[in-house]
Structures are given as C-alpha cells and as structure tokens.
C-alpha cells in the first residue's frame, strides 16, 4: 500500500507560480512512478506528468510542456509539481498518482495508475 498526500494548492493570478508536493509513505518509494492528474468542473479527469523511479525520464501533456515541471527526491520520498505561467484553464483538483509501472502507451492514462491521493485545489484567476 502507498498513500499519497499532495499540499501546495491555492489562488493564484493569471501568470503567477505555484508548486505542488507529494508526500509518499508506505512501499518503497523509489519502486514507484510518479504523476500527477488534474479534474476541473465538469470536466474529464486528464494527465497533467508524470516521472520515472530514477528521475530520468518525464512526461507531459501537451498543455502543460514548457510550463509545468515535474521533480522527485527519493531520499525526502516526494514528488513535486512546479507550475508556472498559469492560466485560468489550470483551475483543477490536481492529485498525485503511483504505479510500479507505466509504458509510454500507458503513462497517461488513469486506469495506469494504482494510487491516489486526495487532491488538492489550484486557481487560477484572471
């Protein structure tokens, strides 16, 4: 079992920054990738990025790239999401995600991934 606990969220201004963290417990941390999901109102629930147990590789969803920036430390077991230039369209519960394994056919979809967290809130006004 892993549990995920995400903190950072917030309100922020068209433009402005923010970094997500992801606090891991449980299995071995650096068995596991990491990602993030994100699920605004009335929305579908969409892949935001995601990272490889030794950091190396990343992902990212189109509307994200160059923008968002996903990080791990496996000796502080936390995985972060820093978001700058932000846009109104970045309003979402945004929630950490674990699995022992992805694929590049598989990394952005939900069913991928066995653990999440709870989530936390990120706005954006204009």
């Known amino acids: 079992q892993v549990q995920l606990v995400e903190s950072g969220g917030g309100l922020v201004q068209a433009g402005g920054s923010l970094r997500l963290s992801c606090a891991a417990s449980g299995r071995i941390f650096n068995n596991y990738y990491m990602g993030w999901f994100r699920q605004a109102p009335g929305k579908e629930r969409e892949f935001v990025a995601a990272i490889s147990r030794s950091g190396v590789s990343t992902y990212y969803a189109d509307s994200v790239k160059g923008r968002f920036t996903i990080s791990r430390d496996n000796a502080k077991i936390t995985v972060y999401l820093q978001m700058n230039s932000l846009k109104p369209e970045d309003t979402a519960v945004y929630y950490c995600?674990?699995?022992?394994?992805?694929?590049?056919?598989?990394?952005?979809?939900?069913?991928?991934?066995?653990?999440w967290g709870q989530g936390t809130q990120v706005t954006v006004s204009s």
């Open positions: 995600v674990a699995a022992p394994t992805i694929t590049p056919r598989s990394y952005y979809s939900d069913y991928a991934y066995d653990y």
